[in-house]
C-alpha cells in the first residue's frame, strides 16, 4: 500500500496514510504518515473488530474521513472491516437503505459497472432499485457514461424469469421507467450472465452474493486467459517469435482486463466516498484505487449519487433530521 501510495502521490494526489510508520520507510511529499500498527483486516468478526478496535488503522482513517481530514477511505485490507469502519464512523447517506460495492468490470470495449459485488449477501427490491441509481450515478459523474443503460442480472431476459426479489425489482424499475421516473437512468430490463461481457447495459445490478460470485469467476477467467496466453508463447521457436511479434497488441489486451486496472470497488452510500482495493493487488492496483478515490471526491459522486436518488424519489423516508447533512466535499 506504500509503495501505492507513493506512485498515487507522484500523479498529484495527496495522501494520508495509516500504518506502521516504522515499516513504511521514506515516502515522497504528498504522503504523509499517521502511525496505526493495529490491524484488524484478519479478524473473524470485522463488525465487532471495528467496534471495539478504535486504534486500528482501518477505524482511524475512516474517522479521519468522518472528520473531514480526508476526502475518500481507501482500503488495503478485508471489505468487511472497511464496510464496517465506515458504516460506524463516516455512516450511511441520508436516506440510504444499505451501502454498495461498484466496480467497473475490466472488459475491453464494453466497459460495465457491477454492483453489489459484496456488501451485501442478501438484498430486498427498494436495495436494488437503489443500487440501480448508484452504478448509474457513478458510470456518469466519473466514468463519463450519458445516461447509462442500467440491467438487472437475471437467468433469463424475459420480466417473468429470475428469483422473486428480481422480479420485484424489475416491477417497479420498468414502472419508473414507464411514468417517467427512471431520472438519469435507461432501463434496460434483465439481462443473463453472457451480458456482462457483451455490453448490453453499461450498470448491472445484483445481490452481494451473486455480484460476488459473478466478480470472481470472471477475474479468474481473465488471469486463467493471461497465463495461457504467456504459456503459449513460450511453449516453442514459433510461439515465442509470434510473442514478439504481438508483444504491443497483447500488453494492451492485458491491461484492458487486468483487475488492477480499475483500481478496486467503489463503496457507494456512505456520506463521503470509499474505494476497496483487492488484498493481493500490486502496488500499481493500490496506485489506481487511490487515484479513483481522488478522482471520485474531486467529481463529488458522493452528491451526485444522492442527487441521482433524490430526483428519482428513490431515497429511504425517514423524519427530518434538525441538523443539516453536507454531502459535498467542504
Known sequence: MAAGAAIAAERG???????PAAELGDLPAGVEVEDAPV??????????AARTTPEASIVRAAR???????????????????????MFNIKRAPGIYRPALALPLPVPEHPVTLLDV??????????????????????SSVLGVRRPRVGLLSNGEES????????????ELAARAGDGRDGILEFVGNVEGDDLVAGRADVIVTDGFTGNVALKLIEGVSQTIIAGIRTAARSSLRGRAGGLLL???LGGFREEID??????????????????????????????????ADLGAREDLVGATHR???????????PVSAQPVSLTRP
Open 118 to 139: 459484496g456488501a451485501n449477501a442478501d438484498a430486498r427490491r427498494e436495495h436494488l432499485v437503489q443500487f440501480a441509481y448508484m452504478g448509474a450515478a457513478l458510470a
Open 259 to 292: 483487475p488492477e486496472t480499475p483500481g478496486g470497488a467503489y463503496l457507494l452510500g456512505l456520506r463521503r466516498l470509499g474505494v476497496v482495493p483487492h488484498g493481493r493487488f500490486t502496488r500499481r492496483g493500490f496506485a489506481n484505487a487511490i487515484l479513483r
Open 13 to 19: 494526489a495527496r495522501v494520508l496514510l495509516f500504518g
Open 64 to 86: 479521519a474521513v468522518a472528520e473531514g481530514r480526508a476526502d475518500a477511505l481507501v482500503c488495503a485490507g478485508g471489505t468487511g472491516a472497511a464496510l464496517a469502519a465506515g
Open 247 to 249: 508483444r504491443g497488441a
Open 39 to 48: 490491524s484488524i483486516a484478519k479478524m473473524p468478526d470485522p463488525v465487532k
Open 308 to 318: 441521482a436518488l433524490q430526483a428519482a424519489d428513490a431515497l429511504r423516508r425517514s
Open 160 to 171: 417473468g424469469r429470475g428469483s422473486e426479489l428480481v422480479q420485484e425489482a424489475h416491477a
